[in-house]
């Protein structure tokens, strides 16, 4: 039981002020079974003290009775001016508290819900709580909550850790953030741009709001909108779905709490629990994790309090954590116990377990193993009844979770903080906890027909090369791309409504290819569905603006625009539009200081891309075409557009679509009409002067970057693309592969090192992303494909004897230089500016040499700035360096050997 001590051994309280020391009293007593039989329930109010007593109860048994309870001289009174003394000045209880009794009846006695304070005292508190009418969750859904008698102790962080654990061995995860008080999992979701459309707050109101009692509505509800919750990269069908705490910005307490739900008598005690449960079977979960609020909190009884929930406490070794725990445990397993499965026929609650973290092997070891001895012990009591010897065995031992620092700092983004959580442990102490799933045979494939290893190199030699521009071949009707962690957030952080967002990155980070192969798919739900990435929102593809540089192979913008036209019925189609010269009279047109105006124009431009004529009202042209045709606009190509322009407005033009326009997308109820801008980076400041990073982070999740993880991942995907493995790879499943994954699979691209393995060469996957990126760490995906070409071309000339791998060292290292040269050709192409910097460095014809002072090269320090900015240049050693993708193609030699080729 949760209290060892009889009737007799608990004595009077010291002192009655209210109605609240009456209950705990009281309380107490009914758990011993200290109450006499007439008493049924008692109910203390402020202004009275109300008994439900068996019929033929007197007054006077009553009087007795507080005389013995309460002490002597408690009770005031006779007959029905029995009062309870309590001990208030005189002035302000002369009194005392009156005593109401009323006569009970069977329909009379109030039924016990699942709460540390129940909302009445009955002298059913001597048992556990009712049990739930049925032995499992329905689909045998797996409920665990993670709870912890004090904060601070990593508990949200194991819970984090327990669903990725089961996410990765195939499980489909509901990640329910149940802290109404101090949310955690929601403020890292919310910190890092997630999306968050639908809450457990929203869940718990429109359970609270049922009329017919059932939990259809808001099941139905959520799994309209949780799809765009999901976090981490797993392979097909792992993945997590985040329901956080609320979308409430300010501190405020929750407008219903879970012990709502609790006052309509016609639902079930445990209709939270269940109705989680229902929401994981309608989305596809087998397992839901609830991180509660810690301590003893009415916030999380009705979860802790069902049997069929396992239950993880997590405490440190502290005394006050750990004392709490184990007298939580025990009260937990007295009101609501673990039923063993060698009782009866039932098929038995799962066990509990505890995680002690912040362990330090080498100083606490001696306290653990007492510890776990405590644990243990109050883990053993939850069982019902005396639990037999044999039937301990289905309660785990007490874990212990290591301390490390890295835990104390996360990092920014999810995929970082699961992968700390990995590399830290984490997941193998809480992986005894994950549900087993049953292992799918894989199946058989024909073995691979043999290939020579230049029949390989010349695979990846013809794939690279036709990927390095993805506008020299238009628009795709038919192609897949590799699922980049931004492109990732677009489609799961859309998947029941349409994008409206803004796509930075620099140039070569593969903005045309995206926009190319979004326009090839011509709809939202093929775009993503190449991703293996379900979406429910089905729209047409419409491309507003092109890159000019686009080749016009295949599908051209100017068709998928009339093709959605005559779709959607708008008559005078036929002659087609030019939206750059469109624009460029506007730059002419429209004055820099009219941004009502700009934006009129930018919104008269989309509605003539699908074949509107101009009006002077196109927002409800708009509208209107909005209420039976869906779309998707995409825009590319800006910077060739405004940044050529010597117009004033051209940076008002553009300041205004990424904001005005955007956000009246945004303001359109539903998103009938979705909005995807590609821009180069360095456009956001130059047209936004002040808060321009403000903009930037709203928008970081869909930033192209390509640092070394994507880089390795993308020269995978083209290697798997091409063919040109040894062992075959799906090339859907390189963005779902752990980094050592990669780094492993890609030996057969480039070996281990730049040289023999007992050679003291640099490890190639450090390599290849240090020579390709540039002073900022940023590496273009461009550039990648580039590399793998012309390495694979020379390996073939050179008639490499490296037959262990595709690429050749020497042959890589003389890449390097041909692909500088590439690069920097791009960039006067596309950035004659930069261009021309760049041109000034390779007319000193190696005369100068690297690290260099400003006046030895002739720039000034603006100029030096810009380059800086675009990465090309950085401080080294009281002069100015270049990255190898930069240096080597404009002949800069070094005073010293270059880092990148030291390995």
């Known amino acids: 039981m949760a209290d060892d001590r009889t009737s007799e051994q608990i004595n009077p309280p010291e002192h009655l002020f209210t109605w609240t020391n009456i209950e705990d009293h009281l309380a107490a007593l009914a758990i011993v079974d200290g109450w006499p039989e007439w008493l049924q329930s008692v109910d203390p109010w402020w202004d009275q003290f109300q008994l439900l007593v068996t019929p033929g109860t007197s007054y006077s048994q009553v009087r007795e009775w507080l005389e013995e309870t309460f002490g002597t001289g408690s009770a005031l009174g006779e007959g029905e001016g029995l009062r309870l003394k309590l001990d208030l000045p005189a002035e302000n209880d002369t009194a005392g508290l009156p005593v109401i009794l009323e006569y009970a009846t069977d329909s009379d006695l109030p039924r016990r819900l699942p709460l540390f304070r129940e909302r009445f005292l009955t002298k059913a508190l001597t048992k556990p709580i009712v049990r739930p009418e049925g032995d499992q969750f329905s689909g045998q859904t797996q409920v665990i909550a993670f709870h912890s008698f004090k904060g601070g102790v990593g508990r949200t962080l194991h819970a984090v850790a327990l669903a990725d654990e089961i996410a990765r061995k195939g499980g489909r995860v509901l990640l329910v953030d149940a802290d109404l008080a101090a949310p955690g999992i929601t403020r890292m979701h919310r910190n890092q741009g997630r999306q968050i459309d639908f809450t457990y707050e929203d869940f718990i109101a429109l359970l609270h709001g049922s009329e017919d009692g059932t939990a259809q509505t808001a099941v139905k509800t959520a799994i309209q909108f949780l799809p765009n919750q999901s976090i981490g990269r797993y392979a097909v069908p792992g993945e997590i779905t985040i329901l956080p705490t609320s979308q409430r910005l300010l501190l405020t307490p929750p407008a219903i709490e879970p012990s709502d739900l609790l006052t309509d008598s016609s639902r079930s005690p445990y209709y939270l629990t269940e109705s989680l449960a229902e929401l994981a079977i309608g989305f596809e979960c087998e397992t839901v994790i609830i991180d509660l609020r810690a301590g003893i909190s009415e916030l999380s009884a009705p979860i802790l309090l069902d049997p069929r929930v396992q239950r993880v406490f997590v405490t440190t070794l502290a005394d006050q954590s750990l004392s709490g725990t184990c007298e939580l445990i025990q009260q937990l397993g007295f009101r609501a116990p673990t039923q063993s499965t060698s009782i009866g026929e039932h098929n038995g609650d799962p066990a509990s377990s505890v995680i002690v973290t912040q362990y330090r092997p080498n100083d606490h070891q001696k306290r653990f193993d007492l510890a776990s001895e405590q644990l243990q012990e109050a883990l053993s009591s939850t069982l019902n009844g005396s639990p037999d010897p044999a039937d301990t065995i289905i309660l785990p031992q007490v874990l212990a979770s290591p ?408 042959a890589m290292r003389d890449a390097l230089k041909a692909c500088s040269e590439i690069k920097i050709n791009a960039i006067n192409e596309e950035d004659p500016d930069t261009g021309n910097l760049l041109d000034r460095l390779k007319k000193l014809n190696g005369k100068v040499s690297a690290p260099f002072t400003l006046e030895e090269v002739g720039l000034q320090s603006h100029e030096a700035d810009r380059l800086i900015d675009q990465g090309a240049l950085e401080s080294y050693k009281g002069g100015y360096v270049l990255p190898e993708i930069y240096r080597q193609g404009l002949g800069i030699p070094m005073k010293q050997r270059p880092r990148v080729l030291r390995g």
């Open 403 to 810: 301390f490390r620092e890295e835990l104390l700092a996360l990092p920014p983004t999810w995929e970082s903080v699961l992968q700390t959580l990995r590399i830290c442990g984490v997941d193998s102490v809480v992986s005894e906890l994950a549900p087993t799933r049953a292992i799918l045979d894989s199946p058989e494939h024909e073995p691979p027909t043999p290939v020579t290893i230049d029949d390989r190199r010349k695979r990846l030699e013809q794939a690279a090369n036709e990927m390095v521009y993805a506008e020299a071949k238009g628009i795709p009707s038919n192609s897949d791309y590799m699922l980049t962690e931004p492109l990732r957030q677009l489609f799961i952080n859309h998947k029941t409504d349409l994008p409206i967002v803004l796509v930075t990155g620099p140039k070569g980070s593969g903005k045309t290819f995206l926009f190319s192969q979004a326009c090839g798919s011509r709809t939202w739900i093929e775009f993503a569905e190449k991703s293996g990435i379900r979406v429910s929102r089905q729209a047409h593809v419409v491309p507003v603006l092109a890159p000019q540089q686009l080749d016009d192979k295949g599908l051209t913008p100017e068709q998928l625009r009339l093709d959605f036209a005559q779709r959607a019925g708008i008559a005078g189609t036929d002659v087609p539009v030019d939206i750059r010269q469109r624009l460029k009279q506007g730059l002419q047109s429209v004055g820099p200081d009219d941004e009502v105006e700009w934006r009129r124009f930018w919104l008269e431009v989309i509605a003539v891309s699908v074949g509107l004529p101009p009006s002077d009202d196109p927002a409800s042209d708009l509208l209107r075409m909005s209420q039976d045709n869906s779309v998707l606009f995409i825009i590319d190509g800006l910077e060739e557009v405004f940044l050529t322009s010597r117009s004033e407005s051209a940076p008002v033009a553009l300041k205004v679509l990424f904001t005005d326009v955007v956000e009246w997308f945004r303001k359109l109820r539903g998103h009938p009409l979705g909005l995807i801008v590609l821009t180069r980076r360095d456009l956001v400041p130059w047209a936004i002067r002040q808060n321009s990073a403000q903009l930037l982070d709203r928008y970081r999740s869909y930033e192209l970057e390509w640092d070394q993880d994507q880089a390795l991942r993308l020269a995978l995907w083209v290697a798997a693309r091409a063919g040109s493995l040894l062992q075959p790879l799906e090339e859907a499943a390189v963005s779902d592969l752990d980094y050592e994954e990669v780094i492993n699979l890609l030996t057969q691209v480039w070996g281990w090192k730049m040289g023999s393995e007992k050679s003291r060469q640099g490890r190639s996957h450090m390599w290849v992303p240090a020579a390709l990126g540039d002073c900022q760490g940023q590496v273009q995906a461009r550039d990648v494909v580039a590399f793998l070409g012309e390495a694979a071309k020379l390996s073939q000339q050179q008639r490499s004897s490296w037959e262990d791998r595709l690429l050749a060292p020497v």
